[in-house]
């Protein structure tokens, strides 16, 4: 479950709600404050069910079980062939780039294309806590949604819930950092 992130949650629910949904966003913020789940949560909310086994929903994300860093040009044809189809359940094909500031130059520039010539009714979700290391070129096509830590209120708001001691309850506020 997602807790915060109410500014970008009713952001996005009013730009579906009024027919202005982009193809392209750059989820930018710090590292592991919930913006590959956010990013998740927008394909539910868009397409009415979970992204698991959908063949409407690709992530990527470098193979770091394998060994390998980064985002490879590959891995960008292989969104630009996704892309390509029809949405099979629809009504939106969704790509999550997870850290993608580890695209190579050659998938950068493989990616411009996809973002130059969206395909109708797909959405590409770039998410990174290093935008700046994207080239200016791919930032200038994305419409950038920036998150910030959750409030320490929010999470101590949310741990009450789970009926924890307030020791545990301060120390994993402490330690999620928002």
């Known amino acids: 479950?997602?807790?915060?992130?109410n500014k970008q949650k009713n952001y996005f629910k009013n730009v579906i709600k009024n027919n202005v949904l982009g193809h392209a966003y750059l989820?930018?913020?710090?590292?592991?404050?919930?913006?590959?789940?956010?990013?998740?949560?927008?394909?539910?909310?868009?397409?009415?069910?979970?992204?698991?086994n959908d063949p409407d929903f690709k992530l990527i994300t470098p193979r770091i079980e394998e060994g390998e860093t980064k985002l490879y040009i590959e891995d960008i044809r292989d969104v630009k062939k996704f892309l390509s189809y029809k949405a099979y359940n629809?009504?939106?094909?969704?790509?999550?780039?997870?850290?993608?500031?580890?695209?190579?130059?050659?998938?950068s520039n493989a990616l411009l294309k996809a973002l130059e010539e969206?395909?109708?009714?797909?959405?590409?979700?770039?998410?990174?806590?290093?935008?700046?290391s994207l080239s200016g070129t791919i930032l200038s096509?994305?419409?950038?949604?920036?998150?910030?830590?959750?409030?320490?209120?929010?999470?101590?708001?949310?741990?009450?819930?789970?009926?924890?001691?307030?020791?545990?309850?301060?120390?994993?506020?402490?330690?999620?950092?928002?």
């Open 141 to 178: 096509r994305c419409e950038e949604v920036a998150f910030l830590p959750t409030k320490t209120a929010e999470v101590t708001e949310f741990l009450r819930d789970k009926k924890l001691n307030k020791s545990d309850e301060e120390f994993l506020t402490k330690i999620s950092f928002g």
């Open 1 to 5: 479950m997602l807790i915060g992130h």
């Open 27 to 52: 989820l930018s913020g710090p590292e592991m404050i919930g913006k590959k789940l956010f990013a998740l949560g927008l394909y539910e909310l868009l397409n009415k069910r979970k992204p698991e």
């Open 118 to 132: 969206p395909s109708a009714q797909s959405i590409l979700l770039l998410v990174t806590h290093m935008p700046k």
């Open 90 to 107: 629809g009504p939106y094909k969704v790509v999550v780039i997870d850290d993608a500031h580890r695209l190579t130059i050659e998938a």
